[in-house]
C-alpha cells in the first residue's frame, strides 16, 4: 500500500531517468555498471540529480544495484525501449497527469473536470487540435496505437460485399479512411468530426493523393438533433462509441441505423476490457476508462463487452458477426 501512496512520485522519478538520460547511461554500461558519480558525468546531470533518481527507480525496480554499482533491470529495458510502453507513459504524462488531480470532481459531477488544466472546452475532442504540441503528439500517437494494427485485419472483412459509400462516423485524423481509399478506389468514404481533425483528415488526403472520393461533414456528434447523411452500405464506427456515456450511444446507434441504405450493416470495432489476452492488457483499458472520466468528457469509459451487446440490442439491431481483430479488438457486424 505505501508502493501506492508514493507511486505518483515514482513515476515522475521514472519518466525524468528517461528523458534526462539517467537510464540511458546505465544501460549503456550494462556489462559493469555505474557509480552514481559516472551516471553524472554520462548523463550531464547533478551528482544529486543522478543519486535520487537512481534511488527511486531502484525502488520501483527498473534498476538494481549491486556492488555500489547500477544496472538496468528487464523493467527498465522495457521502460526505455517497448513501444507500448512509452506510448502509454507519454499519454499518462502529456494529457492526464495535471489533470488527474480532479478525478473525484469528475465523478461527482459527471464533467471532465480535469481538462480546465488545458482549456474551457465541454470535452477533450473540441479541443484536441488546440493542445500543446507536445500534449497533442501524445494523443494521436496513444490514440493510433491502438488502432492501427487492426484496420488491415478488418478491411477485407468489411469490404468483402464491396461496398459503394462508407459512412465513418468520428473518423478523427482520417487513418481508416485513408485505408479504405488507398485498398479500394472505387468506394466513397464520408467522415463525420470536429471541423479541426477534419481540417487535419484533408491535409493528410492531399499528402496521400486520396482526395476524389473523399467526403467530410463538420459535427458536433453530441447534438442529436443532427441527422447524419444518409444512403450509405456500411456506417463504420471504430473506437468511437467509448468515447460516449450508454445514453448517448444508444443515440448514435440510431442515427447510425437511420443513415444506412437498404442492406447495409452497421460496424462497430472496439477494445473490450473483458476479451483482452492478458492481464496487462486489461489493465490498460481499465486505466484509460479513468482518462475518459477526468480528461475527456467525464461520461464514457473502456466496456465490458456485454454492455455493447446490450445497447446493440436496444437500438434493434441485429449482430450477424462477433469477430476477434488482432490481439485486442472486436468487430462487431450489424444488420436492421
Known amino acids: 500500500m505505501h508502493a501506492l501512496a508514493f507511486s505518483p512520485l515514482f513515476f515522475q522519478a521514472a519518466m525524468a531517468a528517461r528523458n534526462m538520460g539517467v537510464l540511458a547511461a546505465v544501460h549503456a554500461a550494462k556489462d559493469t555498471g555505474l557509480v552514481p558519480a559516472e551516471v553524472a558525468a554520462r548523463a550531464s546531470v547533478t551528482l544529486y540529480a543522478a543519486r535520487v533518481l537512481l534511488e527511486g527507480c531502484l525502488a520501483i525496480q527498473l534498476v538494481a544495484l549491486e556492488g555500489g554499482r547500477y544496472r538496468l533491470t528487464p523493467a527498465g529495458e522495457l521502460w526505455l525501449f517497448d513501444e507500448m510502453t512509452k506510448v502509454n507513459a507519454n499519454f499518462v504524462q502529456d494529457i492526464c497527469y495535471a489533470g488527474a488531480l480532479h478525478l473525484e470532481e469528475s465523478l461527482r459531477t459527471g464533467l471532465p473536470a480535469g481538462l480546465k488544466v488545458f482549456g474551457e472546452w465541454p470535452t477533450i475532442y473540441e479541443g484536441l487540435t ?9 494523443w494521436f500517437d496513444f490514440d493510433h496505437f ?6 488491415p485485419i478488418a478491411f477485407p472483412k468489411v469490404f468483402a460485399a464491396r461496398p459503394e459509400r462508407l459512412l465513418d462516423v468520428g473518423g478523427n485524423t482520417g487513418k481508416w479512411a485513408l485505408h479504405c481509399l488507398a485498398n479500394d478506389p472505387a468506394v466513397e468514404v464520408t467522415v463525420l468530426d470536429h471541423p479541426g481533425q477534419l481540417a487535419q483528415l484533408q491535409a493528410n488526403a492531399v499528402v496521400a493523393g486520396l482526395t476524389a472520393h473523399l467526403r467530410t461533414v463538420p459535427m458536433n456528434l453530441l447534438d442529436h ?11 463504420w464506427m471504430s473506437q468511437f462509441l467509448d468515447c460516449f ?8 446507434l440510431q442515427r447510425g441505423i437511420a443513415a444506412l441504405a437498404p442492406g447495409g450493416r452497421l ?3 472496439e477494445a473490450f476490457w473483458d476479451r483482452q489476452p492478458n492481464d496487462v492488457a486489461e489493465l490498460c483499458l481499465q486505466g484509460t476508462s479513468l482518462y475518459f472520466s477526468c480528461m475527456a468528457n467525464g461520461t464514457s469509459r473502456m466496456y465490458h463487452s456485454q454492455d455493447f451487446l446490450e445497447l446493440i440490442a436496444g ?6 458477426s462477433d469477430e476477434k481483430i488482432g490481439l485486442s479488438h472486436t468487430l462487431l457486424t450489424c444488420v436492421i
Open 225 to 235: 438533433a443532427l441527422a447524419f447523411p444518409t444512403g450509405f452500405d456500411v456506417v
Open 315 to 320: 437500438a434493434g439491431l441485429t449482430l450477424v
Open 130 to 138: 488546440q493542445l500543446p504540441p507536445a500534449a497533442q503528439q501524445s
Open 146 to 151: 491502438y488502432s492501427d494494427g487492426a484496420f
Open 245 to 252: 456515456g450508454e445514453p448517448d450511444i444508444a443515440q448514435l
Open 267 to 269: 460496424c462497430v470495432m
